[in-house]
């Protein structure tokens, strides 16, 4: 609090210095206390989200965690124009007061248009960001893009030679606020009319009761080869207090009653084949692995067992961090692995031939499609959203991938 409120100090006596002259001063000071207040009450939604941990989000709420969000990078930018300003003012004053040390004749500073210059820039530069999460917040954590991906496999058996599968992962169901905007995501899923889904983790934010209001909609995603689907670290509970271990252990039980009445096929550190004719493929689920603090709970030599032979391998592992670390090192081959996790931060820039998020300096992994010593993986940015309850330039996907065989 502290600091939230040094820096909203800082910032409208920055303002203000620049105000002094504006016919619109006295508007713009009320317009700016109304933005702090909102986004006072977005700190005080997210902490009490932070811990009491709801099943379920509103969408004011949400709204007002995103402005927070949204108010508070504005202010972050405006402050590093601001201090480069003063900075130079202060280093200024030192100068002529060294100066003065051994003139006669005295220098002031005099003054110049460039100040009002440098904090006219930062309001322009820091509006632009502060613009695009807002639409993140309102329309962005629900624009849904399908992303086709063709792949080309040398080990693809020849049955499946245009085998479309789609993956989806982190749907985060406690953070939804629109059932509407759900539904149709999950309409776009079906129009894709995969043979099989895969979904790689994190149905739910802390607690499985969060899926109970949208366990209809899901219940209508559908592939004629069955829907696989795996856990993410959010599944376990670990994020909640609970008032017994036994309760926690409750709560994992519903989870798992929950996907079977979604009608997926839940693969704990397991196996599923897919057959066409004499050709199938093998279907690899883990459990979450990843880096302190997150579970490590997969094992994919438990999860080969009796299936390690199959000629072509799909691994679902939550975490990218498990395929850069210990899927590609293993002695089995996986021909290629699905991922999540991440989300792309849900906040970047991708336009073509260009990808870039702050989440690249934690995962190098972390969206789109890599490859290493001749194994893929694909990281899904994610069909729900955590946290800032919004998308900005790295949009909710659901991907769509053609299978060829590489003769």
């Known amino acids: ?36 207040c909102m986004g006072y009450i977005g700190f005080y939604f997210l902490y009490t989200t932070f811990m009491l941990k709801p099943l379920q989000v509103n969408l004011v709420q949400n709204l007002f965690i995103g402005f927070f969000f949204s108010f508070f990078g504005f202010k972050l930018l405006l402050i590093l124009f601001f201090l480069s300003e003063d900075l130079v003012r202060l280093l200024k004053l030192v100068f002529l007061f060294l100066l003065n040390l051994f003139r006669t004749e005295k220098v002031t500073q005099t003054k110049n248009g460039r100040r009002n210059f440098i904090r006219q820039t930062g309001l322009i530069v820091a509006s632009i960001p502060f613009a695009s999460m807002l639409f993140g917040i309102t329309r962005g954590k629900y624009n849904f893009k399908v992303n086709q991906v063709k792949l080309s496999l040398k080990n693809l058996p020849k049955a499946f030679s245009g085998y479309k599968i789609v993956q989806i992962s982190d749907i985060h169901a406690g953070s939804f606020d629109n059932r509407d905007a759900i539904q149709e995501g999950i309409e776009m899923v079906n129009q894709q009319n995969a043979d099989l889904i895969l979904f790689t983790g994190d149905l739910v934010n802390n607690d499985s009761r969060e899926i109970l209001p949208f366990i209809e909609d899901f219940k209508k995603l559908s592939a004629p080869d069955g829907i696989f689907s795996i856990l993410g670290n959010h599944d376990y509970g670990d994020y909640k207090k609970w008032d017994s271990e036994q309760d926690k252990k409750d709560n994992m039980q519903l989870l798992y009653d929950y996907q079977k009445e979604l009608g997926f096929t839940l693969l704990n550190n397991e196996n599923a084949t897919v057959r066409k004719g004499d050709d199938e493929i093998g279907i690899y689920g883990v459990e979450n692995w990843g880096n302190p603090p997150f579970p490590r709970k997969g094992d994919l030599d438990v999860a080969l067992k009796g299936l390690e032979t199959a000629g072509f391998k799909i691994l679902m592992t939550h975490d990218p961090t498990h395929w850069n670390k210990k899927a590609v090192a293993h002695p089995v081959h996986f021909d ?27 995962y190098p992994q972390w969206a789109g499609l890599y490859e290493k010593e001749g194994q893929l993986l694909y990281v899904n940015r994610g069909f729900g959203f955590l946290g800032f309850p919004g998308r900005v330039g790295i949009w909710p996907e659901i991907t769509v991938f053609e299978l060829e065989r590489k003769e």
């Open 1 to 36: 609090m502290l600091v939230l409120l040094g820096m909203d100090a800082y910032v409208y006596l920055a303002l203000q210095r620049s105000m002094r002259t504006h016919k619109w001063k006295h508007f713009l000071v009320i317009l700016y206390f109304v933005a702090v």
């Open 336 to 362: 290629l692995t699905l991922s999540g996790h991440t989300h792309g931060m849900q906040l970047g820039i991708e336009i073509p031939g260009f990808k870039w998020s702050p989440i690249k300096y934690v």
